[in-house]
């Protein structure tokens, strides 16, 4: 189990860093690179969500050597472990919330600034149209995907 722990706050510090990466190609107006840099993002989702299961596995595991049912959350695993494990598991603990609280706002950013990003691209697209509009080859698809942004 301690192998998972470390490996998913590797993880969460990774897509931590590839946040913060993302956010300052998106302020730098660096559109070449978005597209990777998003990729990345994803690419670290991907991995976190496969290492979900066998974490849980573990814990079950670790709660039934001690005594509890399945399905405990790793605090309650931290709390009823012998030491050293109770510090170790509890240390764990608390890197994953300071980390989650970190990617908080870095989320609320990215999303801000790639909402920018599409409203200046529909400004740009209306502008490119001229004052009457889209043109008449545009159709009514282009209208109705510009009003829905």
Known sequence: MSTILWR??????????????????????????????????????????????????????????????????????????????????????QAFLVTAQEIGPLERVHRDLLGMREAEAAMAWLEATGSDGPSSAAGPQALRLVDEA
Do not use: M, S, Y
């Not at 590839?18 to 107006?29: D, F, H, I, Q, S």
């Open 8 to 93: 998913e706050r590797n993880l969460l510090e990774l897509l931590l860093f590839k946040l913060e990466e993302e956010r300052l190609v998106l302020a730098a107006g660096l559109d070449r690179w978005l597209p990777r840099a998003t990729r990345e993002v994803e690419l670290v989702l991907v991995e976190l969500q496969r290492i979900e299961e066998p974490k849980a596995g573990a814990l079950d595991v670790v709660a039934a050597e001690l005594g509890l049912e399945p399905g405990r959350t790793l605090d309650e695993v931290a709390a009823a472990a012998p030491p050293p494990w109770d510090g170790l598991l509890e240390q764990h603990r």
